[in-house]
């Protein structure tokens, strides 16, 4: 029975629209949005009940998990429902993700280890690490490598695997943070007055936390100066402040009470000129 409308339209139009493979592909193009529908679902529901278990950087990548399956699930389904054969399609991808597998070892190692960074959360999105020398800011944590972004505004990519076997430094995962300062004063001065000096260094700066107690300490003798470590104390949004006014105010205050801080010397003598070398002449032997 043909509708009175599709009469009025051209023959392959009125065929297509009778055709079965209008409603597949409309039930195709319903799957798909379901799916996108889905995939957004669960993201907000995995963001309400993983968000503080797993934090930001579990969640990160737990939504790129649900995202990716989500849209492969969804696209497996409108193929069916288009009616190909997924048998020998998921039969072909089983054996070319064999061979794919085998050439992406790196990749994978780098997946897992991003789940056992994951698992632990030595760091968080935001925090300043150290890795192999080079420090930054947390920028993004993914499947596959985490992105630094250093103080010069470089982005550096870090695979997940050399997280995982290296040694990686947290610089501001605790809130405050010890600034340490090597000094040495000339062999004439008195120990007692320059710890005390120090100390009053210490308490009489802005920076410098009383709680805990700055790490004021005689560390041994060196070659040409008594040498001292001063450890102060700082929130760390003051690191940066306290490093640059800590060593300018004990300049200042050594110079206020005479200590000397002693550098090398380098004494040029000038030697005699040498003379002229004399010369021994050797005769001859006689041939005769």
Not at 34 to 44: D, F, K, S
Not at 131 to 143: A, F, K, P, S, W
Not at 183 to 209: F, K, M, P, R, T
Not at 210 to 230: A, H, K, Q, V
Request: net charge negative; glycine share 10%; proline share 5%.
């Amino acid at each position: 029975m043909t509708i009175p409308i599709l009469a009025a339209l051209p023959p392959w139009l009125s065929n297509f629209l009778e055709s079965d493979l209008l409603w597949k592909v409309l039930g195709a193009v319903a799957i798909l949005g379901g799916g996108v529908i889905a995939i957004v679902i669960l993201n907000r529901l995995a963001l309400r009940i993983f968000g503080t278990r797993l934090g930001p950087q579990g969640v990160m990548v737990l939504k790129k998990l649900i995202r990716y399956g989500g849209f492969a699930f969804a696209c497996i389904l409108a193929l069916n429902q288009m009616g190909l054969n997924l048998g020998a399609i998921l039969g072909a991808a089983g054996v070319a993700g064999i061979a794919i597998g085998f050439a992406a070892q790196t990749s994978l190692s780098n997946i897992i280890s991003g789940f056992f960074l994951i698992g632990e959360r030595p760091f968080e999105l935001g925090d300043i690490i150290e890795v192999d020398g080079i420090t930054g800011t947390v920028d993004t944590i993914g499947l596959l490598s985490l992105t630094l972004r250093t103080f010069d505004n470089r982005s550096v990519r870090i695979p997940n695997e050399t997280l995982v076997k290296t040694n990686v430094t947290n610089i501001t995962r605790h809130p405050i943070r010890r600034f340490n300062l090597d000094i040495g004063v000339a062999y004439d001065e008195n120990i007692g007055h320059v710890l005390s000096v120090l100390q009053d260094i210490s308490e009489q700066n802005l920076q410098c936390l009383d709680e805990p107690e700055p790490l004021i300490i005689f560390t041994g003798f060196g070659d040409s100066s008594l040498n001292f470590l001063m450890g102060a104390w700082c929130l760390q949004e003051d690191y940066g402040t306290l490093r640059n006014t800590l060593p300018r105010e004990l300049k200042e205050r050594f110079d206020e009470e005479n200590i000397e801080i002693p550098f090398p010397h380098m004494t040029l003598a000038a030697g005699k000129a040498l003379g002229p070398i004399p010369v021994r002449m050797v005769p001859e032997a006689d041939e005769s």
